[in-house]
């Protein structure tokens, strides 16, 4: 998924890139990779569950 705004940190400098979860329509993303391309950021994820 590519995002325009997010609180995920891509990771610079030495620094981790961040992991957490996406919930948007009842859906759930594990985040496990951030990449910055250009002026957007490249965010790698797996589906999870699809909430009821």
Request: proline share 4%; aromatic share 10%.
């Amino acid at each position: 998924m590519i995002l325009d705004q997010t609180i995920f940190y891509p990771g610079d400098g030495g620094q981790e890139h961040d992991t957490g979860f996406i919930v948007q329509n009842r859906e759930e993303f594990e985040v496990y990779k951030v990449n910055k391309q250009m002026d957007k950021l490249s965010i790698t994820s797996k589906m999870l569950t699809v909430c009821p």
